[in-house]
T-cell receptor
């Protein structure tokens, strides 16, 4: 059982479509981070959300932290092939750090 | 990109042999972490360090030990490698309050035969 559950696990969409990735837990997190990982490389940090209800935008990516700080979402508007990759949520429920299992996104030109 | 290197980048070893992976940083960051990444499990924390000679266990620390004698180097040792330790190992660094933003190295692919 994963502390952070991500859905969907796989997503294949056409260029220009919108999508949302979800990250859920039964535990409360002091913060949540989102990373993107490309094949053969380490994850790269996209954003950190700290406050319950917080919304952060990074160009076409919108990140939201749930009010209860147990869940987060990533919304991509008008997806592009360059968005292809593995998206990971991660965070500390206390004195440890956990990653979600990831959402593998493929954007087809 | 953060200055993090890992060595070796690829290694094949036999069951029962000792293996040491090295993580080197040029950023003078206080925190360093070792993770393993496996299909179906994602990234899992093995050990982390919050300063020279200060280390603690992560979620999957059994079978692994670490050492940090200098700020820039964090070593991960498998005392007696097993096939279940076949994985991709990532080192990460962070400068903030513990679990702040982490910057990852390129990874080491370890195969235990």
């Amino acid at each position: 059982t994963q502390l952070l559950e991500q859905s969907p696990q796989f997503l294949s969409i056409q260029e220009g479509e919108n999508l949302t990735v979800y990250c859920n837990s039964s535990s409360v997190f002091s913060s949540l981070q989102w990373y993107r990982q490309e094949p053969g490389e380490g994850p790269v940090l996209l954003v950190t959300v700290v406050t319950g209800g917080e919304v952060k935008k990074l160009k076409r990516l919108t990140f939201q932290f749930g009010d209860a700080r147990k869940d987060s979402s990533l919304h991509i508007t008008a997806a592009q092939p360059g968005d292809t990759g593995l998206y990971l949520c991660a965070g500390p429920p206390g004195n440890q750090f956990y990653f979600g299992t990831g959402t593998s996104l493929t954007v087809i030109p | 990109d953060a200055g993090i290197t890992q060595s070796p980048r690829h290694k094949v070893t036999e069951t029962g042999t000792p293996v040491t992976l090295r993580c080197h940083q040029t950023e003078n960051h206080r925190y360093m972490y070792w993770y393993r990444q496996d299909p179906g499990h994602g990234l899992r924390l093995i050990h982390y360090s919050y300063g020279v000679k200060d280390t603690d266990k992560g979620e999957v620390s059994d079978g692994y030990s670490v050492s940090r004698s200098k700020t820039e180097d964090f070593l991960l040792t498998l005392e007696s490698a097993t096939s279940s330790q076949t994985s991709v190992y990532f080192c990460a660094i962070g400068s903030g309050q513990g679990w702040d933003e982490q910057y990852f190295g390129p990874g080491t692919r370890l195969t235990v035969t």
